[in-house]
Nanobody, 126 residues
Framework: QVQLVESGGGSVQAGGSLRLSCAAS????????MAWFRQVPGKEREWVAS????????YYFDSVKDRFSISRDNAKNTLYLEMNNLKPEETAMYYC???????????????????WGQGTQVSVSS
């Protein structure tokens, strides 16, 4: 059973940056697509970005495309999300997830992801 643990969240002012990490244990995730999602209480979990198993292909939600960067280090079994120029409306719990069905053309729906972390809170003040 793969376990995912996120870290790196915190509180920043608008325009600030954070780097999230997601460490996998209990098995390798190097052959799967990985993704970041975010969720605000009372709303559905929202897809943010995905990365192919090799790390060569990335996919982004339009509103974050020029500001966020997803990457992975398969040797370390770790996923990252670099977030720049953060906006107050991006305050949310951020989750990493593993898509076991795809190596490329990664899924974007939450119900297509099998393993989830517990989340890390990102708070952006104006």
């Amino acid at each position: 059973q793969v376990q995912l643990v996120e870290s790196g969240g915190g509180s920043v002012q608008a325009g600030g940056s954070l780097r999230l990490s997601c460490a996998a244990s209990g098995g390798s995730v190097s052959t799967y697509c990985m993704a970041w999602f975010r969720q605000v209480p009372g709303k559905e979990r929202e897809w943010v970005a995905s990365i192919s198993a090799s790390g060569n292909t990335t996919y982004y939600f339009d509103s974050v495309k020029d500001r966020f960067s997803i990457s992975r280090d398969n040797a370390k079994n770790t996923l990252y999300l670099e977030m720049n120029n953060l906006k107050p409306e991006e305050t949310a719990m951020y989750y990493c997830a593993a898509d076991l069905r795809h190596r490329v053309s990664c899924a974007r729906r939450a119900n297509e992801h099998t393993y989830w972390g517990q989340g890390t809170q990102v708070s952006v003040s104006s």
